[in-house]
């Protein structure tokens, strides 16, 4: 499968029915981002169980202001609709399928008690 454009339209939706979702914050100018979206697209194919969406800052505004995105490319991932990580940057392969890897064994409600 591959990854999915995500819009102000159907995040909601898309937060609902996938319980892990990977975005990809990104714009057709930026140089890093055209290096990591390949990256972005391999590891998605090889996770069909996963959501893995890219947001276009420059036609999403409202979606890159609502996760507070100040530069791109930048890795949000949510699970169960909680942030468990924004990185901004461009990552390597092997890192981002670590992330990945690390992100299904996150027990998000272990998280939210730790912050309680």
Do not use: C, H, W
């Given at each position: 499968?591959?990854?999915?454009?995500?819009?102000?339209?159907?995040?909601?939706?898309?937060?609902?029915?996938?319980?892990l979702v990977v975005l990809d914050f990104w714009a057709s100018w930026c140089e890093p981002c055209k290096v990591f979206g390949p990256?972005?697209?391999?590891?998605?194919?090889?996770?069909?169980?996963?959501?893995?969406?890219?947001?276009?800052?420059?036609?999403?505004?409202?979606?890159?202001?609502?996760?507070?995105?100040?530069?791109?490319?930048?890795?949000?991932?949510?699970?169960?609709?909680?942030?468990?990580?924004?990185?901004?940057?461009?990552?390597?392969?092997?890192?981002?399928?670590?992330?990945?890897?690390?992100?299904?064994?996150?027990?998000?409600?272990?998280?939210?008690?730790?912050?309680?």
């Open positions: 499968m591959g990854s999915k454009i995500v819009t102000a339209q159907n995040i909601d939706e898309i937060l609902e029915k996938n319980e990256i972005f697209e391999s590891v998605a194919k090889k996770n069909p169980d996963i959501f893995f969406g890219k947001v276009n800052t420059e036609i999403e505004l409202v979606l890159g202001e609502d996760f507070q995105i100040r530069s791109i490319p930048t890795l949000v991932i949510l699970k169960e609709r909680t942030i468990i990580l924004d990185q901004p940057g461009s990552i390597p392969e092997y890192l981002l399928v670590k992330i990945v890897n690390e992100a299904k064994a996150i027990d998000v409600s272990k998280l939210e008690a730790e912050e309680n």
